[in-house]
């Protein structure tokens, strides 16, 4: 199995859950302006994953939650493909790019490449590499 490589990962705040506890999805942006999706669901489970369907790039922060007990699962509401929101991997074979979550306080993280915002604030010319 292909894993993406998380060399480059760190630990980002992403904001206080209190504020961030929302049933419905949402997107966030990487500093570069990459979409993502953020999704809670009860008691402080968070999920972060590319907002771009790996299928035909539909709105997944749009997509349905499925909580199957063993798994969670999102539903592109473009054409219903469902990715395991953890691991990535779904029924057809694609793969969506997911990102650990961790609470620390008050406070959600997430593990990667870059920090995140709630807002499509800063463009890549402003990351120093
Ligand atoms: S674009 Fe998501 S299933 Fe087709």
Redesign the pocket.
Known sequence: MAESSTDTHQWHCVGKVEDLKRTDGRKIYMESGTPLALFYLDPKRFFIFSAI?P????PLEQGDIEDLGDCVKVV?P????SFDVETGQSASGLRLTTYKTEIRGDNLYVFSPEPVSLEKTKLSSNVQK
């Open positions: 369907c299928h035909a790039k539909g592109c473009l054409h219903f493909y």
